[in-house]
Protein backbone atom coordinates (compact mmCIF):
# COMPACT_ATOMS: atom_id res chain seq x y z
CA UNK A 1 0.00 0.00 0.00
CA UNK A 2 1.05 3.69 -1.04
CA UNK A 3 0.04 6.23 1.04
CA UNK A 4 0.00 9.60 -0.30
CA UNK A 5 -0.84 12.39 1.92
CA UNK A 6 -1.31 16.32 1.40
CA UNK A 7 2.16 16.16 -0.69
CA UNK A 8 3.09 19.57 -1.80
CA UNK A 9 6.23 20.63 -3.48
CA UNK A 10 7.06 24.40 -4.43
CA UNK A 11 9.75 25.69 -6.46
CA UNK A 12 10.19 29.30 -5.25
CA UNK A 13 6.66 31.05 -5.86
CA UNK A 14 5.22 27.90 -7.74
CA UNK A 15 3.40 25.20 -6.39
CA UNK A 16 4.22 22.44 -9.15
CA UNK A 17 2.18 19.34 -7.20
CA UNK A 18 -0.43 21.06 -4.88
CA UNK A 19 -1.20 19.32 -1.83
CA UNK A 20 -2.17 15.83 -3.31
CA UNK A 21 -3.93 12.46 -1.25
CA UNK A 22 -3.93 9.43 -2.95
CA UNK A 23 -4.14 5.72 -1.32
CA UNK A 24 -2.96 3.25 -3.92
CA UNK A 25 -3.86 -0.77 -2.86
CA UNK A 26 -1.09 -2.93 -3.59
CA UNK A 27 -0.72 -5.24 -6.26
CA UNK A 28 -2.49 -2.31 -9.05
CA UNK A 29 -1.75 -0.42 -11.70
CA UNK A 30 -2.29 3.69 -10.57
CA UNK A 31 -1.70 5.05 -13.80
CA UNK A 32 -0.81 9.20 -13.34
CA UNK A 33 -2.79 11.53 -16.69
CA UNK A 34 -2.81 15.06 -17.85
CA UNK A 35 -1.34 17.92 -19.74
CA UNK A 36 2.48 18.68 -19.68
CA UNK A 37 4.22 20.58 -16.76
CA UNK A 38 0.96 19.40 -14.64
CA UNK A 39 3.28 18.01 -11.85
CA UNK A 40 3.28 14.10 -12.60
CA UNK A 41 6.69 13.20 -12.98
CA UNK A 42 7.12 15.40 -9.74
CA UNK A 43 5.04 13.54 -8.09
CA UNK A 44 6.12 9.98 -8.95
CA UNK A 45 9.81 11.13 -8.15
CA UNK A 46 8.61 12.19 -4.61
CA UNK A 47 7.38 8.80 -4.34
CA UNK A 48 11.24 7.29 -4.60
CA UNK A 49 13.07 10.97 -2.96
CA UNK A 50 14.39 11.60 -6.40
CA UNK A 51 12.53 15.32 -5.42
CA UNK A 52 12.34 15.98 -2.17
CA UNK A 53 8.54 17.28 -1.03
CA UNK A 54 7.92 20.50 0.60
CA UNK A 55 5.25 19.14 2.73
CA UNK A 56 3.04 16.40 3.05
CA UNK A 57 4.42 12.46 3.99
CA UNK A 58 4.48 9.15 1.53
CA UNK A 59 4.24 6.01 3.88
CA UNK A 60 5.26 2.49 2.06
CA UNK A 61 3.48 -0.15 3.58
CA UNK A 62 2.93 1.72 6.65
CA UNK A 63 6.74 3.06 6.70
CA UNK A 64 7.50 6.72 5.84
CA UNK A 65 9.74 6.92 2.76
CA UNK A 66 12.10 9.24 4.84
CA UNK A 67 12.96 6.81 7.26
CA UNK A 68 15.82 5.65 5.33
CA UNK A 69 18.47 7.28 3.16
CA UNK A 70 17.39 7.82 -0.52
CA UNK A 71 19.33 5.79 -1.97
CA UNK A 72 18.71 2.72 -0.30
CA UNK A 73 14.75 3.79 -0.49
CA UNK A 74 15.78 3.34 -4.68
CA UNK A 75 17.32 0.53 -4.49
CA UNK A 76 14.22 -0.86 -2.91
CA UNK A 77 11.91 0.68 -6.03
CA UNK A 78 12.10 0.24 -9.57
CA UNK A 79 12.12 2.77 -11.49
CA UNK A 80 11.71 2.73 -14.92
CA UNK A 81 11.86 5.73 -17.68
CA UNK A 82 10.95 6.96 -21.17
CA UNK A 83 14.20 5.89 -23.59
CA UNK A 84 15.47 3.51 -21.02
CA UNK A 85 18.12 4.88 -19.66
CA UNK A 86 20.39 1.62 -20.31
CA UNK A 87 24.10 1.95 -19.48
CA UNK A 88 25.73 1.57 -22.93
CA UNK A 89 29.07 0.12 -22.08
CA UNK A 90 27.18 -2.90 -19.87
CA UNK A 91 26.06 -5.84 -21.60
CA UNK A 92 22.07 -6.39 -20.98
CA UNK A 93 23.02 -9.11 -18.61
CA UNK A 94 24.74 -6.20 -16.37
CA UNK A 95 22.33 -3.93 -17.05
CA UNK A 96 19.58 -6.03 -15.60
CA UNK A 97 22.11 -6.97 -12.87
CA UNK A 98 23.51 -3.43 -11.64
CA UNK A 99 20.65 -3.39 -8.64
CA UNK A 100 21.20 -7.20 -7.31
CA UNK A 101 24.89 -6.63 -7.55
CA UNK A 102 24.48 -3.73 -5.56
CA UNK A 103 22.91 -5.23 -3.04
CA UNK A 104 25.38 -7.96 -2.87
CA UNK A 105 23.33 -10.91 -4.10
CA UNK A 106 24.97 -14.26 -4.73
CA UNK A 107 26.21 -14.86 -8.47
CA UNK A 108 24.03 -17.89 -9.06
CA UNK A 109 21.17 -15.69 -7.55
CA UNK A 110 21.91 -12.94 -9.88
CA UNK A 111 22.46 -15.32 -13.01
CA UNK A 112 18.99 -17.23 -12.66
CA UNK A 113 17.17 -13.49 -12.06
CA UNK A 114 18.80 -12.17 -15.56
CA UNK A 115 17.64 -15.03 -17.10
CA UNK A 116 14.29 -15.42 -15.85
CA UNK A 117 13.56 -11.76 -16.39
CA UNK A 118 14.90 -11.87 -20.34
CA UNK A 119 12.96 -15.06 -20.77
CA UNK A 120 9.74 -12.91 -19.51
CA UNK A 121 10.24 -9.93 -21.88
CA UNK A 122 10.86 -12.88 -24.79
CA UNK A 123 14.73 -12.16 -25.08
CA UNK A 124 16.57 -15.05 -25.50
CA UNK A 125 19.48 -15.36 -22.43
CA UNK A 126 22.37 -16.44 -25.03
CA UNK A 127 21.40 -14.20 -27.11
CA UNK A 128 20.45 -11.13 -25.97
CA UNK A 129 22.53 -10.87 -22.78
CA UNK A 130 25.86 -10.63 -23.96
CA UNK A 131 24.62 -7.59 -26.15
CA UNK A 132 25.21 -4.45 -25.64
CA UNK A 133 22.46 -1.54 -26.02
CA UNK A 134 23.00 -0.10 -29.03
CA UNK A 135 22.86 -3.82 -30.15
CA UNK A 136 19.08 -3.90 -29.49
CA UNK A 137 15.92 -2.23 -31.02
CA UNK A 138 13.90 0.72 -29.70
CA UNK A 139 11.28 -1.77 -28.51
CA UNK A 140 13.84 -4.39 -26.99
CA UNK A 141 16.19 -1.50 -24.73
CA UNK A 142 12.88 -0.89 -23.38
CA UNK A 143 11.30 -4.02 -22.11
CA UNK A 144 15.29 -4.27 -20.87
CA UNK A 145 14.73 -0.82 -19.09
CA UNK A 146 11.98 -2.89 -17.55
CA UNK A 147 13.45 -5.62 -16.63
CA UNK A 148 16.28 -4.22 -15.14
CA UNK A 149 13.86 -2.29 -12.76
CA UNK A 150 12.55 -5.37 -11.73
CA UNK A 151 15.98 -7.04 -10.67
CA UNK A 152 15.60 -6.63 -7.55
CA UNK A 153 11.94 -7.73 -6.89
CA UNK A 154 10.87 -4.18 -5.90
CA UNK A 155 7.06 -4.66 -4.41
CA UNK A 156 6.66 -1.22 -6.16
CA UNK A 157 7.31 0.16 -9.68
CA UNK A 158 7.63 3.80 -10.58
CA UNK A 159 7.36 4.16 -14.18
CA UNK A 160 7.65 7.47 -16.61
CA UNK A 161 6.15 7.68 -19.94
CA UNK A 162 8.09 4.33 -20.19
CA UNK A 163 6.73 3.50 -23.74
CA UNK A 164 6.69 6.90 -24.85
CA UNK A 165 9.25 6.16 -27.64
CA UNK A 166 7.98 3.31 -29.10
CA UNK A 167 5.48 2.86 -32.08
CA UNK A 168 2.21 2.25 -31.54
CA UNK A 169 2.01 -1.41 -32.72
CA UNK A 170 4.91 -2.12 -30.42
CA UNK A 171 3.46 -0.06 -27.89
CA UNK A 172 0.07 -2.10 -27.39
CA UNK A 173 2.19 -5.44 -27.17
CA UNK A 174 4.97 -3.68 -24.37
CA UNK A 175 1.82 -2.87 -22.15
CA UNK A 176 0.28 -6.13 -22.82
CA UNK A 177 3.66 -7.72 -21.52
CA UNK A 178 3.98 -5.39 -18.35
CA UNK A 179 0.41 -6.36 -17.57
CA UNK A 180 1.29 -10.01 -17.54
CA UNK A 181 4.62 -9.38 -16.08
CA UNK A 182 2.80 -7.09 -13.16
CA UNK A 183 0.63 -9.50 -12.57
CA UNK A 184 3.44 -12.38 -12.19
CA UNK A 185 5.34 -10.37 -9.71
CA UNK A 186 2.24 -8.88 -8.26
CA UNK A 187 4.27 -5.63 -8.66
CA UNK A 188 2.40 -2.17 -7.06
CA UNK A 189 3.03 0.38 -10.41
CA UNK A 190 2.63 3.54 -10.73
CA UNK A 191 2.83 4.68 -14.11
CA UNK A 192 2.81 8.71 -15.91
CA UNK A 193 1.47 8.93 -19.31
CA UNK A 194 0.43 11.68 -21.06
CA UNK A 195 -1.75 9.10 -23.61
CA UNK A 196 -5.47 8.53 -22.24
CA UNK A 197 -5.94 5.47 -24.16
CA UNK A 198 -2.59 3.85 -22.68
CA UNK A 199 -4.22 5.07 -18.74
CA UNK A 200 -7.42 2.82 -20.37
CA UNK A 201 -5.57 0.37 -20.80
CA UNK A 202 -3.02 -0.13 -18.18
CA UNK A 203 -4.58 1.10 -15.02
CA UNK A 204 -7.00 -0.17 -12.20
CA UNK A 205 -6.99 3.45 -11.43
CA UNK A 206 -6.48 6.38 -13.27
CA UNK A 207 -5.36 9.74 -11.38
CA UNK A 208 -5.77 13.28 -13.64
CA UNK A 209 -3.67 15.65 -12.90
CA UNK A 210 -4.70 19.43 -14.03
CA UNK A 211 -1.84 22.04 -12.68
CA UNK A 212 -0.73 20.41 -9.63
CA UNK A 213 -3.75 19.28 -8.70
CA UNK A 214 -5.70 15.42 -8.73
CA UNK A 215 -8.62 16.63 -10.32
CA UNK A 216 -10.13 12.56 -10.48
CA UNK A 217 -8.70 9.30 -8.64
CA UNK A 218 -10.82 6.58 -9.72
CA UNK A 219 -11.58 3.15 -12.30
CA UNK A 220 -11.50 3.79 -15.80
CA UNK A 221 -15.06 2.71 -15.48
CA UNK A 222 -15.89 4.78 -13.28
CA UNK A 223 -14.30 8.18 -14.92
CA UNK A 224 -16.28 7.22 -18.35
CA UNK A 225 -18.94 7.22 -16.70
CA UNK A 226 -18.73 10.30 -14.36
CA UNK A 227 -15.90 12.68 -15.30
CA UNK A 228 -15.62 14.67 -12.21
CA UNK A 229 -15.14 18.32 -14.57
CA UNK A 230 -14.92 19.69 -18.12
CA UNK A 231 -11.29 19.14 -18.35
CA UNK A 232 -11.32 14.91 -17.56
CA UNK A 233 -14.08 14.93 -20.18
CA UNK A 234 -12.12 16.51 -22.35
CA UNK A 235 -9.48 14.32 -22.05
CA UNK A 236 -11.24 11.12 -22.29
CA UNK A 237 -13.14 12.52 -25.57
CA UNK A 238 -9.80 13.14 -26.97
CA UNK A 239 -9.89 10.28 -29.12
CA UNK A 240 -12.51 8.80 -31.48
CA UNK A 241 -10.55 5.93 -31.72
CA UNK A 242 -11.77 3.68 -28.88
CA UNK A 243 -15.12 3.78 -29.79
CA UNK A 244 -14.33 3.19 -32.96
CA UNK A 245 -12.92 0.25 -31.72
CA UNK A 246 -15.60 -0.64 -29.82
CA UNK A 247 -18.08 -0.14 -32.82
CA UNK A 248 -16.18 -2.78 -34.50
CA UNK A 249 -16.06 -5.78 -32.39
CA UNK A 250 -19.05 -7.69 -31.60
CA UNK A 251 -19.86 -8.62 -27.82
CA UNK A 252 -19.22 -11.97 -28.07
CA UNK A 253 -15.42 -11.56 -27.87
CA UNK A 254 -15.84 -9.22 -25.01
CA UNK A 255 -17.89 -11.53 -23.02
CA UNK A 256 -16.28 -12.52 -19.24
CA UNK A 257 -17.23 -15.13 -17.11
CA UNK A 258 -20.13 -14.02 -14.97
CA UNK A 259 -23.65 -13.04 -14.33
CA UNK A 260 -25.05 -9.79 -14.29
CA UNK A 261 -28.88 -8.11 -14.01
CA UNK A 262 -31.30 -7.02 -15.88
CA UNK A 263 -32.13 -7.94 -19.83
CA UNK A 264 -29.14 -9.50 -21.41
CA UNK A 265 -27.60 -8.06 -24.75
CA UNK A 266 -27.45 -10.27 -27.90
CA UNK A 267 -23.51 -11.70 -28.64
CA UNK A 268 -23.53 -10.32 -31.97
CA UNK A 269 -24.20 -6.71 -31.22
CA UNK A 270 -21.38 -4.64 -31.12
CA UNK A 271 -19.16 -3.43 -28.48
CA UNK A 272 -20.35 0.27 -28.44
CA UNK A 273 -23.97 -0.98 -28.45
CA UNK A 274 -23.13 -2.69 -24.88
CA UNK A 275 -20.95 0.75 -23.91
CA UNK A 276 -24.08 2.70 -24.48
CA UNK A 277 -26.45 0.70 -22.94
CA UNK A 278 -24.62 0.29 -20.07
CA UNK A 279 -24.00 3.56 -19.83
CA UNK A 280 -27.43 4.53 -20.28
CA UNK A 281 -28.73 2.15 -17.98
CA UNK A 282 -25.65 2.95 -15.30
CA UNK A 283 -25.29 -0.60 -14.58
CA UNK A 284 -21.60 -2.00 -14.52
CA UNK A 285 -22.59 -5.17 -16.66
CA UNK A 286 -24.79 -6.38 -18.64
CA UNK A 287 -26.00 -10.60 -19.15
CA UNK A 288 -24.79 -11.59 -22.38
CA UNK A 289 -27.35 -13.87 -24.66
CA UNK A 290 -25.51 -16.40 -26.79
CA UNK A 291 -27.45 -17.36 -30.70
CA UNK A 292 -29.89 -19.61 -28.75
CA UNK A 293 -30.67 -16.98 -26.26
CA UNK A 294 -28.95 -18.48 -23.54
CA UNK A 295 -26.86 -16.47 -21.37
CA UNK A 296 -23.05 -17.05 -22.16
CA UNK A 297 -21.54 -14.79 -19.39
CA UNK A 298 -21.77 -10.62 -19.07
CA UNK A 299 -19.74 -7.69 -20.63
CA UNK A 300 -18.77 -5.26 -18.33
CA UNK A 301 -18.11 -1.51 -18.27
CA UNK A 302 -14.60 -1.86 -16.95
CA UNK A 303 -13.64 -4.87 -19.59
CA UNK A 304 -15.06 -2.30 -22.35
CA UNK A 305 -13.12 0.55 -21.19
CA UNK A 306 -9.87 -1.31 -21.73
CA UNK A 307 -10.62 -2.52 -24.60
CA UNK A 308 -11.63 0.25 -26.25
CA UNK A 309 -8.25 1.83 -25.04
CA UNK A 310 -6.23 -1.83 -26.01
CA UNK A 311 -4.74 -2.72 -29.42
CA UNK A 312 -7.26 -2.92 -32.55
N1 LIG B 1 13.79 21.38 -10.55
C1 LIG B 1 12.81 22.22 -10.92
N2 LIG B 1 12.91 23.54 -10.69
C2 LIG B 1 11.91 24.39 -11.03
N3 LIG B 1 10.76 24.00 -11.63
C3 LIG B 1 10.61 22.70 -11.90
C4 LIG B 1 11.61 21.75 -11.55
N4 LIG B 1 11.17 20.53 -11.93
C5 LIG B 1 9.95 20.72 -12.49
N5 LIG B 1 9.61 22.01 -12.46
C6 LIG B 1 8.35 22.58 -12.98
O1 LIG B 1 7.29 21.90 -12.37
C7 LIG B 1 6.19 21.76 -13.26
C8 LIG B 1 5.77 20.32 -13.28
O2 LIG B 1 6.78 19.54 -13.91
P1 LIG B 1 6.62 17.97 -14.13
O3 LIG B 1 7.82 17.50 -14.86
O4 LIG B 1 6.28 17.33 -12.84
O5 LIG B 1 5.35 17.94 -15.09
P2 LIG B 1 4.75 16.75 -15.94
O6 LIG B 1 3.29 16.77 -15.69
O7 LIG B 1 5.48 15.50 -15.68
O8 LIG B 1 5.05 17.28 -17.40
P3 LIG B 1 5.42 16.49 -18.77
O9 LIG B 1 4.21 15.72 -19.15
O10 LIG B 1 5.69 17.63 -19.71
O11 LIG B 1 6.62 15.67 -18.49
C9 LIG B 1 6.67 22.30 -14.60
O12 LIG B 1 6.12 23.58 -14.78
C10 LIG B 1 8.16 22.35 -14.46
O13 LIG B 1 8.69 23.41 -15.22
Known amino acids: MIEIENITKRYGESTVVDDVSLT ?82 ERARIDAKVEELLRLFQLDPADFGPRFPHELSGGQQQRVGVARALAAEPKVLLMDEPFGALDPIIRAKAQDDLLAIQKHFQTT ?10 AFHLADRIAVMDKGKVVQYATPAEMLLKPATPFVESLIGAGERPYRLLAIAPVSSAVEPGAAEGAPISSDASQREALAELLWSGRDALPVAGPDGAVIGRVSLEGLAKRAAGPA
Open 189 to 198: IILVTHDMEE
Open 24 to 105: IAPRTVTVVVGTSGSGKTTLLRMVNRLVEPTSGAIRLDGEDNRSLPGYELRRRIGYAIQGHGLFPHRTVAQNIATVPTLLGW
